[in-house]
DNA sequence: TATTTAGGTCAGTCATATTGACATATTCTG
DNA sequence: CAGAATATGTCAATATGACTGACCTAAATA
């Protein structure tokens, strides 16, 4: 009942022997995995966000939020790549729900800055585990070097444009971790 | 203006220290990148599907039936883990706009097997190169053993329930390879 | 014959995203 | 200081992709 049994019919030759030399045969192995692979990773922080009303997008919004306390609106934006009338409804649920808060910046009165709250970074960090635990029993069951060699093939997928935002954002360990004490 | 200048402010403990020996630190990193590297991933066939008024589900259901063609809805419905209904419009315009066709089961005649039509093909190999482009250029900007270690990786991602499926789908290289003349 | 299976369809709802227009407060600049 | 630019918020309309639940037909099967 969950096996496939599909057989393929009508094979043709590859698009690349038709038009000869043009193209390499795709890379169906990683094309495919990475929609299941991130199916399953983003399946795990959906079924508690369901239980609370929320959906990804409060996810997404609280985790970099939480990851980046005192950041602007105008960053959250440029980050989620997504516009403020769409951030707009998810943003002001995390706030109504006590998820975060917003405060005056204090040199830019324009500004409103995030934190999320405590209960905000709980459940920011109870989904962040969840996506711990699967990236950690991943990381285990292979070999060493494995953290490192995935980390480099996701930011080499990045476009080229996003990715000092991206290898900044991810580069610090922790802003919650005791620098200033 | 792209650049973001966000400093964390008001650093606390980490979850871990506060409840001691509870948790590792969650991985970051990785998880952030997952989430720059898939939206890539999908940023470019989705710029060729707006043009077409399809959407990325028009283009997880046309990828598949290219690759498994004479699949049965169920199969497809399995693989997506979509209800038929969501299937069911995505479907029907892919059919009616003739990128995919319906073949009456020969030994079944209640199934009905899809295929991709020629059109079909060549949009879901369209979509494929560019995703294929991303993927290589990044392979290649890192060392050798890039490919089998991303492959090993993403295949550890997956819920175990779901990984013989996966690995099903993705061991064949391509079904229109030369198999049966 | 009765039941199950494969597939389709109607109706309603929800979440996430979009564009476009406009409003308010604040800061910056000539 | 007046006017422009910036940061943010909001209203309205729309599209996409997903859901649940109910119901239907045709064909296979027990």
Redesign the interface.
């Known amino acids: 009942m969950?096996?496939?049994n599909?057989?393929?019919?009508?094979?043709?030759?590859?698009?690349s022997e038709r038009e000869p030399g043009v193209?390499?045969?795709?890379?169906?192995?990683?094309?495919?995995?990475?929609?299941?692979?991130?199916?399953?990773?983003v399946?795990d922080p959906d079924d508690v966000l369901t239980k609370l009303n929320f959906g990804r997008a409060h996810h997404?919004v609280l985790?970099f939020v939480n990851?980046?306390?005192?950041?602007?609106v105008a960053?959250l934006l440029?980050?989620l790549?997504i516009t403020k009338q769409s951030l707009g409804r998810v943003l002001k649920q995390l706030i109504d729900q006590g998820y975060i808060v917003q405060k005056e910046g204090a040199n830019d009165r324009r500004q409103r800055l995030l934190?999320a709250t405590g209960k905000g970074?709980a459940l920011a960090?109870r989904l962040?585990?969840l996506?711990?635990e699967?990236?950690?029993?991943?990381?285990a069951?292979?070999g060493p070097g494995?953290?490192e060699?995935?980390?480099?093939?996701?930011?080499?997928?990045?476009?080229v444009?996003?990715r000092?935002?991206?290898m900044?954002?991810?580069?610090?360990?922790?802003?919650?971790?005791?620098?200033?004490p």
Do not use: V
């Open positions: 969950t096996d496939l599909i057989s393929p019919i009508h094979p043709r030759q590859a698009a193209r390499p045969e795709p890379t169906w192995d990683l094309i495919e995995l990475l929609f299941f692979a991130y199916r399953d990773f399946g997404r985790h990851r980046n306390p005192g950041m602007k960053d440029d980050i790549k934190y970074e960090m962040a585990n996506q711990t699967r990236i950690t029993r991943a990381l069951e292979l494995t953290h060699n995935a980390r480099q093939f996701l930011i080499a997928m990045i476009n444009e996003n000092n935002q991206a900044k954002l991810t580069a610090r360990p922790d802003p919650k971790r005791k620098t200033t």
